[in-house]
């Protein structure tokens, strides 16, 4: 990698040579206590008591359970690290310009999405169509997308990509004097950990047990890690946010044989291609606040 190359990676990188607050481990505490308490209330009240079909009923379907559920934990979570904890979003992925760019990666992966759906549906000698849910329920599809890109990725990415890596990168940092990939890579692994524990409640709540469980639980690990990955790649909340979502549900516009789960492979594919070519596609930095200086007292960079 070229040394433009590599100076420009580090100005997107979210963690390393980036002024990061100091961890609040009460701070940190209460935010996985939260996160637990809303997988455990949404799954063994919420969800099984069919507490959210007025709201849904009263909205065409717009208002999902996943939105209802994600959004509000989502701004909890961003009061108490602000309020609470006294700290700046910006530390933690929130910053316009990751916003803009991020919504306009979404836009623009969902019309791909769409155009493969398009060339699939031809390659088979399917009709093109406009998909059944949009059709005849749109509220209620609009309300799938929005559920995950207001909801659950939104509830998950700040929480684990955006809040707890820099958490836990700035505590490994301080501790081992390093401000390197690896320092990174044990970050990822922990956060990573949470982040499958978290899904615990809802896998056993849909009857998952014994090896079924395990490969599941192990499966979300890995996505957890791909996630990781990407925001350490761009230092883009929000695209991590889009690719997360349009893993989750992709709720296509067009019909696509195999139905949205067909488009769920592809979707991910276009995210890591993204996520890989971001220093050639994006040059600009990304508006993360960095170390004020590189001295002999500052962690060792790579």
Known sequence: MSRTTGSNMLDHHPLRGRELPDVRWGLVAAVLAWVMTVMLFANNWYVPGHIDRPLFNATGGFLSVTLQIGLPATLVVLAMIRFGGG????????????????????????????????????????????????????????GILSGQFLGNAFFEETVFRGFLLAQFYAAIRTTSGRDDSFTV?????????????????????????????????????????????????TGNLFFTITAHALHNYPTLLMDVPGGDRAAKVPASLLAIFIAWMWPVLFRSASGLPKLATASAGTPQEE
Do not use: C
């Not at 014994?210 to 639980?217: C, K």
């Open 87 to 142: 700290l700046s979003l910006t530390n933690f992925g929130f910053t316009k310009a990751a916003f803009v760019r991020g919504m306009q990666l979404a836009a623009t992966m969902w019309i791909l999405l769409n155009v493969w759906a398009i060339y699939r549906s031809l390659s088979e000698g399917q009709p093109i169509a406009v998909a059944e849910l949009w059709r005849n329920r749109p509220a209620e599809a609009l």
């Open 185 to 233: 890579f044990k970050t990822v692994i922990i956060v990573g950990v949470l982040f499958m524990l978290e899904h615990v409640p809802n896998r056993i709540m849909k009857g998952d047990q014994g090896s079924e469980l395990l490969g599941e639980l192990f499966g979300i690990y890995l996505a957890g890690l791909l996630w990781s990955w990407m925001y350490v790649r």
